[in-house]
Nanobody, 116 residues
Framework: QVQLVESGGGLVQPGGSLRLSCAAS????????MNWYRQAPGKERELVAA????????NYADSVKGRFTISRDNVKNTLYLEMNSLKPEDTAVYYC?????????WGQGTQVTVSQ
């Protein structure tokens, strides 16, 4: 079955960096575009970044442009999110997602907390 397992979250000071990973299994990873979302307390889940199946094209939310980089390794079946210049407002649970037809598959999420 489809499995997405995020890791790499943690507590970091403002201005710091983190690298999130999403290990995928149960499907042909290289055949699908992938997405990172985040959900802060009391807020709706929002799209952070997206990448095509080849990794050539990417898209970012305006709030993270220039600070976050999405990438993928189709040999390791892993999706990444490099996060730099982190701000307190980046605090959220971060999820990876893949879409098959009308079905969305989510990982369990990884907590990122940006605080002094």
């Amino acid at each position: 079955q489809v499995q997405l397992v995020e890791s790499g979250g943690g507590l970091v000071q403002p201005g710091g960096s983190l690298r999130l990973s999403c290990a995928a299994s149960g499907f042909t990873f290289s055949a699908y575009g992938m997405n990172w979302y985040r959900q802060a307390p009391g807020k709706e889940r929002e799209l952070v970044a997206a990448i095509t199946r080849s990794g050539i094209s990417t898209n970012y939310a305006d709030s993270v442009k220039g600070r976050f980089t999405i990438s993928r390794d189709n040999v390791k079946n892993t999706l990444y999110l490099e996060m730099n210049s982190l701000k307190p407002e980046d605090t959220a649970v971060y999820y990876c997602k893949v879409v098959f037809g009308y079905s969305n598959y989510w990982g369990q999420g990884t907590q990122v907390t940006v605080s002094q």
